[in-house]
């Protein structure tokens, strides 16, 4: 679900509407990221990208996406798990966490995207959009557990 293939043009788009200089290993990082439905860590985004590009350094991978993230190109995947996570889908969306295997994957709910929220949010601050984390057991942990 949600697998997109990105081009070169349409990177440097996204750079620029988020005041980012796009460069090559930029490309690669951001690439990676959209082509995955696996919402990696820094470490399993350098692990693939390492195979095209053995001159990227972990070092490299790991500043470029804490810059998407500051820039608001991707996100970070709630806290809580043992490693910061991104997404790069930044449509409204919903996850589904596996509380075993960690898996996290997209849903779209229009329902949920219509949640109001409570009164005391007020208080807190202003709300800009509700995202629902859905946790459970996963359909292949689920099965393994049956076998
Ligand atoms: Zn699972
Ligand atoms: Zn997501």
């Known amino acids: 679900m949600h697998k997109r293939k990105i081009g070169f043009a349409e990177f440097a788009g ?6 980012l200089k796009s460069t090559q290993q930029r490309f690669e990082i951001y690439s990676e990221l959209i082509g995955s439905t696996e ?13 095209r590009m053995p001159s990227l350094s972990f070092d490299t991978v790991y500043r470029a996406m804490r810059t998407f993230e500051e ?12 490693r910061t996570r991104y997404d790069a889908n930044m449509e409204p969306h919903h996850h589904f966490i596996c509380g075993k295997c960690g898996t996290i994957k ?3 709910s229009e329902e949920f995207n219509r949640i109001s929220t409570p009164m005391e949010i007020d208080e807190l601050g202003k709300a800009e959009y ?3 984390e859905v946790r459970g057991l996963c359909n292949k942990c689920r099965k393994s557990k049956l076998t």
């Open 130 to 132: 509700v995202h629902v």
């Open 106 to 108: 997209d849903f779209y």
């Open 14 to 19: 996204i750079c620029r509407n988020h005041g």
């Open 39 to 51: 919402h990696p860590d820094a470490e399993s985004v350098y692990t693939a990208i390492r195979k």
């Open 71 to 82: 820039k608001g190109a991707i996100s970070r995947v709630s806290p809580g798990l043992e």
